[in-house]
């Protein structure tokens, strides 16, 4: 999957392989940091 930046929840998101062909998944700006502070950080 090419990078791309989608709707949310998912943010930005990029699915490289690795050499061995394996697919590796990075995301970033889906909120879970925001929500995570916002529920145990009261």
Same mark, same amino acid.
């Given at each position: 999957m090419p990078a791309a930046t989608m709707r949310t929840p998912i943010g =930005? *998101? =990029?699915? #490289?392989? @690795? #050499? @061995?062909?394996?697919m590796v998944g990075f995301s970033w700006d889906r909120g879970? =940091? *925001?929500t995570v502070r916002d529920r145990w950080c009261s």
């Open positions: =930005y *998101a =990029y699915t #490289p392989r @690795d #050499p @061995d062909g394996n879970v =940091y *925001a």
